[in-house]
């Protein structure tokens, strides 16, 4: 049984409850003895509910959620902790100081606006609010709870799925404009399709020149499934080449495709990339729109949609297909297809049918 009570020398009211045998004190912040009152009665109403008592809830802060969800992603050995981490940074400039009751709807209403404000497109504020409820979520799993209710969380409308890629002529322009380090990365790209993490990671233990193959481990691809790739005339001499450059240099190091300085690994290529796609006039592109680029090459060169996702590394058919693209190019072909059709296919006359008489001797169009 619960009680109110003040401290010597204290102007306001405290309270005692128990809690799993153990007693508990907390002051009511207030000097009327009916709101200590009623403060008791909702920490024995909670506690009677079987809920932790919301004075060890109002001790739970953003960090806290945040360091179990980021060790959530390492314990699972997921592929896009980076993503997460990303999304936590973004979080943390606004969610940074509250504690766990204080992150509600409207607060979260009121980041969204914020972000939108500040340009970030709704895919990219939907992946921070995604990581906002799994923050959420995880405390609300543990034992005892770390969240007490987990609020409703809105998702944006997303318009903005990307449809770039690049034509071979702006493939050839770009990489003319890059640093001598990436000339060769971004072949690479370009032919195969994989992810930048992939092809930044890969090392000289994955491949076998002899053989004329690029292995990756089944831990080493983001949909954890092993994949082989077959290096053709023009890969196998961009992989002799990158070979021939590591001997050359005095520090060896593991990756096919090093830094600017040949001793260790790629890790952001942005400067360097915007800086090629204006001198080389094909405007605002990204890396990914290789993988996409190398989708439909494939496809339209005949390879079976089956083996070309075994390249890439497309785990499900609904994102291949939304990777196969159609371009303007291709809308185009359809109608010169279809002009050569009706041109070839015997009996077919284009324009407008000429009139025959009726049997009563008047002319209709048939």
């Known amino acids: 049984m619960g009680s109110v009570y003040k401290q010597k020398g204290s102007k306001n009211y405290w309270i005692k409850y128990y809690h799993n045998g153990r007693a508990v004190r907390e002051s009511a912040q207030s000097d009327k003895k009916i709101v200590a009152k009623r403060l008791l009665a909702r920490r024995e109403a909670d506690i009677a509910q079987g809920k932790v008592p919301n004075i060890h809830l109002d001790k739970v802060g953003f960090e806290q959620l945040a360091e179990n969800f980021i060790n959530d992603y390492r314990v699972n050995q997921r592929k896009s902790i980076g993503r997460a981490a990303q999304s936590v940074s973004h979080l943390r400039r606004y969610f940074g100081t509250f504690k766990a009751p204080q992150i509600t709807t409207s607060k979260i209403n009121e980041y969204i606006l914020q972000r939108i404000e500040g340009g970030a497109a709704n895919a990219t504020i939907n992946r921070e609010l995604a990581a906002l409820k799994r923050m959420l979520n995880l405390g609300a799993q543990q034992t005892p709870p770390l969240v007490d209710r987990v609020p409703h969380i809105p998702s944006l409308k997303e318009n903005n799925t990307r449809k770039g890629f690049f034509e071979h002529s702006e493939f050839l322009a770009l990489r003319d404009a890059l640093p001598e380090y990436l000339k060769n990365m971004v072949t ?45 005339l023009e890969l196998l001499e961009v992989f002799k080449s990158q070979w021939q450059i590591r001997k050359a240099r005095e520090v060896i190091t593991p990756y096919v495709f090093p830094n600017a300085n ?54 499900t058919r609904s994102v291949f297909d939304r990777y196969n693209i159609v371009s303007e190019a291709d ?29 009563k001797g008047a002319n209709r169009n048939g």
């Open 262 to 315: 040949g001793d260790g690994r790629i890790k952001d290529i942005r400067g360097s990339w915007f800086k090629g796609c204006n001198k080389a006039g094909i405007g605002k592109r990204l890396f990914h729109d290789f993988r996409r680029t190398a989708v439909r090459n494939m496809v339209r060169a005949g390879i079976p949609e089956r083996v070309a996702m075994m390249v890439t590394g497309h785990k």
């Open 188 to 232: 690479f790209a370009y032919n195969s399709g994989w992810r930048f993490n992939e092809i930044t990671g890969l090392k000289w233990n994955n491949v076998d020149l002899d053989a004329g193959i690029v292995r990756l481990e089944a831990g080493e691809t983001k949909n954890g499934e092993a994949r082989t790739f077959y290096l053709g």
């Open 331 to 359: 809308l185009k072909m359809v109608c010169q297809k279809q002009a050569a059709y009706q041109k070839s296919a015997t009996g077919i006359v284009s324009g407008i049918v000429a009139p025959f008489p009726t049997k």
